[in-house]
């Protein structure tokens, strides 16, 4: 796929003017001085907002991700609302994959539900390599935002192949993966075919987004949790690598992120990725000392606290940006995404008080 160099300079902006390479967020990601720590919200694009709720009805979850200005206009909501650090483009992980020919949809309620299971190697015949035309819609968004956000950046995302093989091998989620499991072991071939495949959909999908300006990518591993470290290395290191060393030379970060991984950071630190997001089960200095000094960190504030009561929201806040100080860049979000029954103005008071407590000179550094 050739490089549209249109989106990657609407991308940068002129250099003397900052743009969104200049962002605390992606200087955060590239582990240079910020003058605050920079903060948003995984799933902040849509659940807990009204104007979400109300701009979704009765579109479907799959079709909404396929209207370029439906999708730009719930990226841009939590950005007005909340005054994030960046936006990320609504999409799910599924759409590249429905856009190879997988007939899935996704099941409010349940998510993503696969009609013919991929357990094959027949199966996997049905899954076709992507060109920018197949998601032309997602390449319109992402031009469309980009215009649009001016100096705040765009965080393009996929989901990784291991993720996205569970859900084709499943035929939905899946609380043990054990069919995923099953395959993975009694036939490693067809497994390493199935996520070679996935690997190569999921990084046209992102070349997609980045030459239409992405400012950063972000790699899903939702369910490597699952996982052992010695199977993570053996089944999904390489395929996960694949994708984001797939990316070395797009001129992006590249953030990796899976939930319950505290076990497996220090591998998907060895994937290609610039920063590691850590959910909330392990602290930020000790995700710093598995992942080690070169890497950048994402997190970690547990979802679920933004229900409690302000003061422990805010005593959660100060502990969270001072084990992140251990870290060569902290880019402050939660452990998981944001619950449909947050309160948004609470959102709102996390974004205001991590700008208030980390601001910073920014000849001072880190």
């Not at 650090?85 to 349940?110: E, H, K, M, N």
């Not at 965080?155 to 499991?181: D, M, N, Q």
Request: net charge negative; charged share 25%.
């Amino acid at each position: 796929m050739t490089t549209d160099t249109t989106g990657a300079a609407a991308r940068d902006g002129d250099p003397r003017r900052g743009g969104p390479a200049d962002s605390p967020f992606v200087r955060a990601c590239r582990r240079e001085p910020v003058p605050h720590t920079p903060v948003w919200f995984m799933r902040q694009a849509g659940r807990s907002l009204p104007e979400y709720r109300e701009i979704r009805a009765n579109v479907a979850m799959l079709e909404s991700c396929r209207r370029p200005e439906l999708v730009a206009e719930i990226t841009l909501q939590p950005v007005r609302r909340h005054g994030v650090d960046a936006a990320i483009l609504f999409s799910d992980i599924v759409v590249p994959v429905a856009a190879a020919g997988v007939d899935l949809d996704i099941v409010a309620g349940t998510g993503p539900v696969v009609a013919e299971p991929v357990r094959t190697a027949e199966d996997l015949e049905r899954i076709r390599p992507i060109t920018r035309d197949d998601v032309s819609y997602v390449d319109e968004a992402v031009r469309l935002l980009v215009a649009e956000l001016g100096d705040t950046p765009l965080i393009g995302f996929a989901g990784a192949p291991f993720t996205l093989a569970s859900y084709l091998v499943e035929g939905g989620p899946s609380r043990t993966h054990a069919k995923t499991k099953a395959l993975m072991y009694g036939e490693p071939e067809l497994w390493h075919a199935l996520c070679g495949r996935l690997a190569e959909v999921t990084l046209a999908f992102l070349r997609v987004q980045v030459d239409a300006g992405v400012s950063a990518v972000q790699l899903f591993d939702s369910w490597a949790g699952a996982l052992s470290e010695a199977d993570y290395r053996r089944y999904v290191l390489p395929h996960s690598a694949a994708v984001l060393s797939g990316l070395a030379d797009a001129g992006v970060p590249r953030i990796h992120f899976g939930v319950g991984t505290g076990e497996l950071l220090g591998a998907m630190g060895e994937a290609g990725t610039d920063v590691v997001g850590v959910d909330w089960r392990t602290p930020l200095d000790a995700a710093t000392r598995r992942i080690g000094p070169d890497k950048a960190v994402q997190g970690n504030l547990d979802p679920c606290l933004l229900l409690a009561p302000w003061p422990v929201v805010e005593a959660e806040v100060r502990r969270i940006l001072d084990q992140g100080r251990a870290a060569p860049g902290h880019v402050f979000n939660l452990g998981h995404g944001v619950l449909p029954e947050t309160d948004p103005d609470v959102l709102t008071r996390v974004v205001a008080l991590v700008h208030d407590l980390s601001a910073r000179p920014v000849e001072q550094g880190r």
